[in-house]
């Protein structure tokens, strides 16, 4: 049985709830434990180097510690939590060896506040991840009961499951196919675009709103013309931009879009044949209706 320690993140416990729905469905159904870290706290999305990175890194280190406590990987389904705590447990791992100072500084910080010291012996992994290099692909497709026959599925990676970290053992950076892998295995179909790699836009909205707005249109935009019947992403703020902000988004681009864009263990969940009712389908933004008419649900 494979057993995590699960950091849900921020976002799948409010604004995106049918990621935290959905990927308790599926790691029930697959048979894999998650102790859930209730007192982790939030990995800060990149926000808090810019004032500090002694600060990113001490939170990040104690969210890891956590896990660490456990004797468990650290497990998480948000592509920007991977990529932001999976990068501070690189560079800690490292100052540990060509640091030593710093790495005592983080530490001390952690015992000041009576927490676990961070050790560097938990790897910190995505749901994907997991899915690919754990469970194995060939085992999730025995449990597939419900073929995604004649489904078009475009992936969007985003930007910080891929890039963020210095080492990607699980895929190619610049040419990712777990995704697609993932497609074939429940049985439907991949759909390539240019955009699948690239940045969503959210970390543009707050400040530079249109522009974000034209480059997540221009996802869509494209996946659409690609035959694309959904985007199915691994990132819940991808996930926000993509279709919380759909309808605000083709108003900048004066384009009709209603793309459906689902979560990953969404997708997967629907060939498992778990109901739609218990994944959170009906939470989104842009309706999945068409989703699940073409699948007979």
């Known amino acids: 049985m494979l057993k995590y320690a699960y950091y849900p993140g921020c976002v799948a416990q409010g604004a995106c709830r049918e990621l935290y729905l959905s990927t308790a469905a599926l790691t029930n159904a697959l048979g894999i434990e998650l102790i859930e870290l209730k007192k982790a706290a939030c990995c800060g999305s990149g926000t808090y180097k810019e004032d500090s990175q002694l600060l990113e890194d001490t939170v990040n280190a104690r969210n890891i510690a956590l896990a660490e406590s ?52 938990s790897e910190v992994k995505h ?13 999730l497709k025995e449990k597939v009961t419900k073929k995604l026959s004649g489904l078009n599925c475009a992936a969007f990676y985003g930007c910080y499951l891929l890039r963020s970290q210095d080492h990607l053992p699980y895929d190619n950076k610049f040419a990712p196919e777990s995704l697609e892998n993932v497609f074939r295995t429940v049985g439907a179909n991949p759909i390539y675009y240019q955009g699948r790699t690239q940045c969503c ?12 707005f034209k480059l997540a249109g221009s996802h869509v935009l494209e996946a659409m013309e690609a035959g694309a019947d959904c985007l199915v992403t691994p990132c819940p703020l991808c996930h926000l931009n993509l279709d919380s902000r759909q309808p605000e988004v083709a108003k900048v681009i004066n384009h009709k879009l209603g793309l459906p864009v689902l979560h990953l263990p969404q997708l997967v969940s629907l060939a498992l044949g778990i109901s739609p009712d218990k994944l959170g389908l009906d939470r989104h933004v842009v309706s999945t209706r068409p989703v699940l008419e073409k699948l007979g649900f």
């Open 70 to 121: 456990l004797n468990l990987p650290l497990l998480t389904h948000c592509s920007t939590c991977q990529g932001v705590i999976g990068h501070v447990d690189e560079r800690l791992k490292e100052a540990k060896i060509k640091d030593p100072e710093y790495f005592e500084q983080v530490n001390g910080f952690l015992k000041k506040e009576h927490c676990s010291p961070y050790q560097g012996t």
């Open 201 to 212: 836009g959210w970390p543009l909205a707050s400040y530079a709103t249109k522009e974000s």
């Open 127 to 139: 749901l994907l991840w997991a899915l690919v290099a754990d469970y194995g692909l060939k085992n």
